[in-house]
Every structure is written in C-alpha cells, then in structure tokens.
C-alpha cells in the first residue's frame, strides 16, 4: 500500500502499523521527544504496534527540533 | 571580621532572596524569570553554552518532521542543564494545526504547557487574534496550560485571561526583529490588569530592552534570538540573566518619579562662604 509519510509517498506492506511508518521515517521507536500523527490525529506511543494504516493516509512523525 | 556591606554584591543578592524574585507560572514556582527559546543557534555546544549562561529554566522547542540525518538533540541538552522543555507551535497558521500541533507536543513531551503561536504571516509574525483565541479554547478544555504569544493589545490579553490561559505573553515587537518594546505603554495596561503572570515574549534585541520589560512590571521575558544570533551568544546570555535580574529589582525598589526640572540631592544649608 502507498502512504504519505512526512509528506511523500511511502511503500509500506499492507496492513503495516504505525510502528513500522517510524521505521520507515528514520526513527527509533524508543526515541525520546517522538510522536506521530495519523490524519491529524495522535496515535498514543502506546498504540504504534496495534494501530494498522490503511492504504492513502497520511502520517505525521516529528520529533523536538530548535526553535521558538 | 568582615566588615558588614564589604561586598555589595552578596548584601544585593541576600535583598534580593528576602524579597524573593521567586515567580508562580502554571502552578509551579520558577526562580528564574528570563525563558529562552532555542531557535537560531549556530551549534548545539553554542546553545548549551548560552543556555546554561542564562540560568533559565525553561527552554522552548518545536516540532518537526523527523530527519534521520540530524544529529544530537534539543532534549539532551535540556536534560543535562536540568531545564523545563517548554514545547510550541511555532510554525501554525491556523488554531487546527495549533491545536493539532499541541496534541503532538504532549504525546512528544508528556506535558500539557504549551507556547500557543498562531500566526497570521511569516512577514510579520504578528498573532492571528481570532485563530489565537479558538485555539486558546480549545486547549484550555482539553486540559493544557497555556502559554499564548500575543499581540501588545490589552483586550485581547484580557479575553486569553478569561479563557483560563495561565499567563499572557504580549510581544515587544515582531519575532526577530530586535526592536525591543514598540509600545510600552500597553504594555504596562496589560501589566496592570492582568491577575495571570505577563511574559514579554518576542522583539528584545539587547539587555536594556529585557530590564525594560520588567521595569514596566513584566513577570518574566522569553527570548531567543538576542542571544542566539549575538556575536557571542554565551556572553550576552548572561547580559540577559543580569538584565532580568536588574529591571525586576527596580521595579520592586520603586523608581522615583520623573520631574522637568532637577531637584539638588544635596543641602544647602551649610554651604561655606569662601569669599
């Protein structure tokens, strides 16, 4: 299935979790400052296991940069 | 023994902690009053520096998109200093992606203070008041403490009051700008109606302008790039902390008032008669 991950098109198995877009993105799960947004909607860190995408949604991961 | 005032330094100082420069933010007591933003910085040694020179103990960051490439963090810094992460979402111009923005903040931070900035074009920076005060709503129900950059207009800190925001942050002038404070005046209505601790919050370009922002009664000034993008950002870190320090002093010892004409601080009565 095809995502959009941080803004660009990402191939993912289907029925991958929010746990492997991470991956995908670069980031390690246990980092700290991580969070990740589904369709503008937070997935707890305690749900990226279980929380399986669906092919064409957008996900958000960021994490603390400088700034402000 | 030592004579007593031999370092006026130490005597300033044992004044200072009997009145107490102690301030209460979102129900915690801070001792320091001078926040900063950790934008702007050419390196991360030269922000831990600064940040450590400054004697803050809230620092703000934003969020981004990861970048696997980038190194080091915001946060360790942060921890190794033993400094509040204050999150905000800078960046936002509308109060969905702030509040949006703020959601990820406190899954990223495991904190419910966030720095509202909603703002209304990236030439000025300026706040978008209504966006602003949606936002504000929003996350005041949702259970944040809310910290909002504002527009030096007093109606409009009032009604951030109202909303149940835990401090009001009007700017100096715009972010960046180093124009220090464009209309003290408001600034000091702001001051003066305010039951909620006022943060002057962007537009300091040097020591006097922070000093001045406590002279005018400010609780506290959060700034950024003054230091950041000073040619020795560690030394005027510390220009800050003595500012803050120094404006919140003479605001509590009471300045005299201001007269056309001069008053002789010395008596005639006296005076000899050298011919």
């Given at each position: 299935?095809?995502i959009?991950?941080?803004?660009?098109p990402?191939?993912?198995?289907?029925?991958?979790?929010?746990?492997?877009?991470?991956?995908?993105a670069?980031?390690?799960?246990?980092q700290?400052?991580?969070?990740?947004?589904?369709?503008g909607e937070?997935v707890?860190?305690?749900?990226?296991?279980?929380?399986?995408?669906?092919?064409?949604?957008?996900v958000?991961?960021?994490?603390?940069?400088?700034g402000? | 023994m030592?004579?007593a005032?031999?370092?006026?330094?130490?005597?300033g100082r044992?004044?200072?902690?009997?009145?107490?420069?102690?301030?209460?933010?979102?129900g915690?007591?801070?001792?320091?009053r001078?926040?900063?933003?950790?934008?702007?910085?050419?390196?991360?040694?030269?922000?831990?520096?600064?940040?450590?020179?400054?004697?803050?103990?809230?620092?703000?960051?934003?969020?981004?998109?990861?970048?696997?490439?980038?190194?080091?963090?915001?946060?360790?810094?942060?921890?190794?200093l033993?400094?509040?992460?204050?999150?905000?979402?800078?960046?936002?111009?509308?109060?969905?992606?702030?509040?949006?923005?703020?959601?990820?903040?406190?899954?990223?931070?495991?904190?419910e203070?966030?720095?509202l900035?909603?703002?209304?074009?990236?030439?000025?920076?300026?706040?978008?008041?209504v966006?602003?005060?949606?936002?504000?709503?929003?996350?005041?129900?949702d259970?944040?403490?809310?910290?909002?950059?504002?527009?030096?207009?007093?109606?409009?800190?009032?009604?951030?009051?109202?909303?149940?925001?835990?401090?009001?942050?009007?700017?100096?002038s715009?972010?960046?700008?180093?124009?220090?404070?464009?209309?003290?005046?408001?600034?000091?209505?702001?001051?003066?109606?305010?039951?909620?601790?006022?943060?002057?919050?962007?537009g300091?370009?040097t020591?006097?302008?922070?000093?001045?922002?406590m002279?005018?009664?400010?609780?506290?000034?959060?700034?950024a790039?003054a230091?950041?993008?000073?040619?020795?950002?560690?030394?005027?870190?510390v220009?800050?902390?003595?500012?803050?320090?120094?404006?919140?002093?003479a605001?509590?010892?009471?300045?005299?008032?201001?007269?056309?004409?001069?008053?002789?601080?010395?008596?005639?009565?006296?005076?000899?008669?050298l011919?």
């Amino acid at each position: 299935m095809l995502i959009q991950l941080n803004g660009r098109p990402a191939e993912l198995p289907d029925g991958a979790s929010v746990a492997e877009a991470i991956a995908a993105a670069g980031a390690e799960h246990d980092q700290r400052g991580l969070a990740v947004a589904v369709e503008g909607e937070v997935v707890p860190r305690g749900e990226w296991e279980a929380t399986d995408l669906r092919d064409g949604q957008a996900v958000e991961v960021v994490r603390a940069i400088q700034g402000g | 023994m030592a004579e007593a005032g031999a370092d006026p330094d130490a005597r300033g100082r044992e004044a200072e902690q009997a009145s107490g420069s102690s301030f209460e933010l979102g129900g915690r007591t801070w001792g320091s009053r001078l926040i900063v933003g950790s934008g702007g910085f050419r390196s991360l040694e030269v922000f831990e520096s600064a940040l450590e020179a400054s004697g803050t103990e809230i620092v703000t960051v934003a969020l981004r998109r990861i970048d696997p490439l980038s190194e080091g963090s915001v946060l360790d810094v942060a921890e190794r200093l033993g400094v509040f992460v204050l999150p905000n979402t800078a960046g936002c111009y509308t109060a969905r992606d702030a509040v949006r923005t703020a959601r990820l903040a406190r899954e990223a931070f495991e904190t419910e203070w966030i720095k509202l900035e909603v703002i209304g074009d990236d030439r000025t920076l300026f706040p978008d008041a209504v966006e602003l005060v949606d936002a504000a709503e929003t996350l005041v129900d949702d259970g944040f403490t809310v910290l909002p950059y504002t527009n030096d207009d007093p109606i409009l800190a009032r009604r951030l009051e109202e909303i149940g925001c835990a401090a009001v942050m009007p700017l100096g002038s715009p972010i960046g700008s180093g124009m220090g404070i464009r209309n003290p005046y408001n600034i000091e209505i702001i001051v003066e109606q305010s039951r909620v601790p006022v943060i002057l919050d962007a537009g300091i370009g040097t020591a006097s302008e922070a000093a001045l922002a406590m002279e005018l009664g400010c609780d506290g000034v959060l700034l950024a790039s003054a230091v950041a993008r000073a040619q020795d950002p560690t030394r005027m870190a510390v220009a800050m902390r003595r500012a803050v320090e120094a404006g919140y002093g003479a605001r509590r010892a009471g300045r005299i008032a201001r007269k056309l004409h001069a008053e002789p601080s010395t008596p005639d009565a006296g005076m000899p008669d050298l011919g």
